[in-house]
């Protein structure tokens, strides 16, 4: 067994212990694959050990992945910082973007996605807990640009996602977790094709999941420590 499929195991069985211990059934929770700076051999070695969803962060990175990997059935997420002209290329490439935080890039998304794919589906990043970051929306402005979203007809709004920031203990990690999915409940309640909580990374995914996270996304425990040195991966901040 290669040491990626060995990782994967251990990360589902990571998954199901979690569950278990707030009554969930596994089935909920998808596991995201994030491939950011990793060769395309590694993929292929996660999708044959029937890895289905792949998470990239750079675009130009993510684009030619899913197209060196065009003839495998895999469901491709869009999950770093988005510039406007950069849009174009994840509109046509990806089939989810995970960080919508202006309706000026959900508008491009939902004019730029082609005819023949279906609809975009979009998460909504919510800037939970990191005040220097500068990606994500705050909550006060989620109900706004969630209703200018839902109107778009190349986009479908699936949900929300957060990257909380490093908290000291999982009390913590539990009560920012829990104040993500209390505003993913809200917005179900308006708009029920929501269905999508992207939340939760190694350090904080037993909280993400007791909270109600429905996505984990994890790079590192399945494909090991990013090179950032290495000449071999190129990436655009
Ligand atoms: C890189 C990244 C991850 C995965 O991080 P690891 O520490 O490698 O598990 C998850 N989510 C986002 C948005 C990322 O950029």
Redesign the pocket.
């Known amino acids: 067994m290669s040491s990626i499929e060995h990782n994967l195991q251990q990360v589902q069985q990571k998954i199901s212990a979690a569950c278990a211990s707030c009554g969930r059934d596994p089935q909920t929770v998808t596991l995201l694959a ?1 491939s ?1 700076t990793k060769p395309v051999s590694a993929i292929e070695t996660a999708a044959d050990a029937g890895q289905i969803a792949f ?1 990239e ?1 750079y675009v130009q990175e993510g684009v030619e992945k899913v197209q060196q990997l065009a003839n495998r059935a895999l469901i491709w997420h869009f ?2 910082p988005l510039q406007s002209n950069k849009s174009r290329l994840v509109a046509e490439n990806f089939a989810w973007c995970h960080t919508i935080d202006r309706l000026r890039i959900a508008s491009r998304l939902n004019e730029q996605r082609p005819a023949v794919l279906p609809p975009l589906n979009v998460l909504i990043q919510i800037n939970i807990s990191d005040e220097s970051s500068k990606a994500g929306i705050s909550l006060a402005e989620l109900p706004a640009l969630a209703d200018a979203i839902s109107q778009l007809p190349r986009l479908r709004l699936r949900g929300l996602m957060a ?1 909380p920031a490093p908290q000291p203990d999982y009390a913590s990690q539990l009560a920012v977790c829990q104040q993500m999915a209390a505003a993913f409940s809200a917005l179900q309640q308006k708009y029920p094709q929501i269905d999508t909580l992207s939340l939760g ?2 350090d904080d995914m037993d909280a993400a999941i007791a909270a109600g996270s429905t996505m984990v ?5 399945i494909f090991g420590a ?1 090179d950032y040195g290495s000449a071999s991966v190129h990436h655009n901040h």
Do not use: D, L, P
């Not at 996304?217 to 425990?221: F, K, L, S, V």
């Open positions: 994030v950011k998470g962060n999950i770093g990257i990374m190694s996304r994890i790079g590192t425990a990013r």
